[in-house]
């Protein structure tokens, strides 16, 4: 099942549950997807509605530390609600021993040595990882690995 259509499922779970808080974020994500699907005149595959709900964590995870910062609690509880709701979709992120490796291997596919190759290099890791790991930290880490 395609995590499109588990969405649109477990939308129907929810409003059959009568749980109204979870059921409003999951029409939020499937509103994100169809907004990209429209846009971009597309059918939208599963790695790219990981890529949308990658953009929503990062803004979930945005909004919180501004909330914190302007003492808005309350405001900052309810993303944090979210924020584990679109977490449950997905996948597990890799640890930094397997992004280690998966860097390790792209720089031998790619024959990277320097800071020069870093484009290169992220050019390969980044579908390679979409979803997978916090492109932040892998960025962090190929520098460290070409710098050093």
Do not use: C, H, W
């Amino acid at each position: 099942m395609s995590l499109k259509a588990q969405l649109t499922d477990d939308m129907k779970t929810a409003m059959k549950s009568g749980e109204k808080n979870r059921l409003g974020v999951i029409r939020l994500m499937l509103a994100g997807i169809k907004q990209k699907e429209v846009d971009e005149r597309i059918e939208m595959t599963d790695p790219l509605v990981l890529a949308v709900l990658e953009k929503m964590v990062k803004q979930r995870k945005d909004s919180i530390t501004q909330f914190e910062a302007a003492a808005r609690e309350d405001l900052a509880i309810i993303e944090r609600y979210e924020l584990g709701v679109i977490g449950t979709y997905l996948p597990e992120k890799m640890d930094e021993a397997a992004i280690l490796a998966a860097i390790d291997t792209a720089m031998a596919q790619t024959g990277a040595a320097g800071a020069a190759d870093i484009g290169k290099l992220m050019g390969v890791l980044k579908p390679a990882l979409a979803g997978q790991a916090d492109m932040g930290l892998v960025s962090k880490l190929v520098k460290q690995k070409l710098a050093g």
